[in-house]
């Protein structure tokens, strides 16, 4: 999602959209010729039950690195330097973890992009006949959000599915709304200023258009605004391509739990290093530890409980402080640190272990907890209208 203004670009028209010429690029998509739905027997959200090979249609949003990509430069504390972001990126490298996790699991995925190029960049009628032709079970369409204000800031997930509030037009779409949207509120790899939120776009924007992606679209499904890129700390986040991974395995979770797959038999370990003292540069807003200024450019090591390394996580320079172990046996670990005692975690299948580390550098620090402060606002009428601006297009 993003503010970009309704009708300025041509994906984004609110207008009638004519269906394009085939594109050649449309071909090079990950979806078959033909590939049509066996009948089957439908469970109590109307999706195929008990299938061995759920099909889903993953869509990236939208991208292709032009002006209405909506860039997002900041200045990066960590970098010392301006950095590029662009939200299609951190979509595109979440959904294509979201390939290689869900069809290493037996789904068979397809993609409405692979790149991140004005090529691929299709417009929502071509999307919407690659995922028809695609016969996918369910649409699942990732962005991030921006709060549509120049100063005020949240962040937390909103899925939203096509239909009235409680009242999905695909049957499945709101109950999968609900597992996404909670799913994603138990990551404590970030600070939510609240917890998840979901709405069918009918009632949402208020109007029987709703989501662009959507408009043709009629397959169970949703549009997950995983975080909001506009608040900056969470930017810092999203340019780590883990972060965006991390942010697809518990989406690839949400859709084993929907259709009744097995757990997954790795579990992950993640988390954030930072310092007791504040943000250093700019003032901005800031939830929970996320006031903290977070390590960089140190190495994490996941270890046996005799403390020899399994493996090492090299926390990046952009200013997030942040590790993540993807793909770890489920057992007990020691987490090692320079400067903090090793740390004893375990890690179970299908779940995601967090330690979040405060580093102590003052003697007199009585502020220590290795917690995350997730600050959750009770839900404010501001909170959903500041998002109400932007996304129609997609
Ligand atoms: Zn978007």
Redesign the pocket.
């Known amino acids: 999602?993003?503010m970009t203004a309704v009708g300025q670009s041509r994906k984004s028209s609110q207008g009638e959209v004519p269906p394009p010429k085939a594109k050649s690029s449309a071909k090079e998509q990950t979806v078959p010729e033909k590939s049509k739905r066996t009948s089957a027997q439908r469970n109590n959200h109307g999706v195929v039950a008990g299938q061995v090979r759920p099909r889903v249609f993953l869509n990236p949003?939208?991208g292709g690195h032009d002006s209405d990509d909506?860039p997002c430069p900041f200045f990066n504390e960590g970098m010392q330097e301006r950095v590029e972001y662009y939200?299609?990126d951190s979509?595109l490298k979440g959904a294509m973890a979201m390939k290689d996790i869900l069809r290493e699991r037996g789904y068979e995925v397809f993609m409405s992009r692979v790149n991140n190029t004005t090529a691929d960049d299709l417009n929502l009628f071509e999307i919407h006949q690659l995922a028809l032709n695609s016969g996918a079970d369910v649409f699942f369409s990732i962005?991030?959000?921006?709060s549509g204000s120049s100063t005020r800031r949240v962040n937390f997930p909103f899925a939203i599915y096509r239909g009235y509030d409680g009242a999905g037009t695909a049957d499945g779409s709101e109950q999968l709304a609900n597992i996404v949207s909670s799913n994603l509120s138990d990551c404590e790899a970030t600070s939510w200023s609240r917890g998840g939120i979901t709405h069918g776009d009918w009632t949402f924007y208020k109007n029987r258009s709703g989501l662009g992606v959507f408009r043709w679209n009629k397959l169970p499904g949703i549009l997950i605004?995983n975080c909001f890129h506009d608040y900056q700390i969470e930017r810092e986040r999203l340019l780590n391509k883990d972060y965006c991974w991390l942010l697809g395995v518990i989406n690839c979770r949400s859709l084993d739990k929907f259709f009744n797959k097995p757990a997954q038999n790795f579990g992950v370990v993640a988390g954030i290093v930072r310092f007791d003292y504040p943000r250093k540069g700019k003032k901005m807003v800031a939830f929970g530890k996320d006031s903290h200024q977070p390590q960089n450019g140190v190495p994490v090591e996941l270890c046996d409980l005799e403390g020899n390394p399994i493996q090492t996580y090299q926390i990046d320079n952009f200013n997030n402080g942040f590790y993540c172990f993807t793909r770890v046996r489920p057992g007990r670990y020691l987490v090692a640190i320079d400067g903090v005692e090793d740390y004893e975690i375990e890690v179970k299948a299908d779940k995601t272990t967090y330690y979040n580390v405060t580093i102590v550098t003052r003697q007199d620090n009585v502020d220590y907890d290795d917690e995350i402060t997730v600050v959750h606002s009770a839900g404010t009428e501001a909170d959903e209208t500041a998002i109400a601006n932007?996304?129609v297009g997609?």
């Open positions: 999602m993003s949003g939208h909506r939200e299609s979509n962005h991030s959000n921006s605004e932007g996304e997609q």
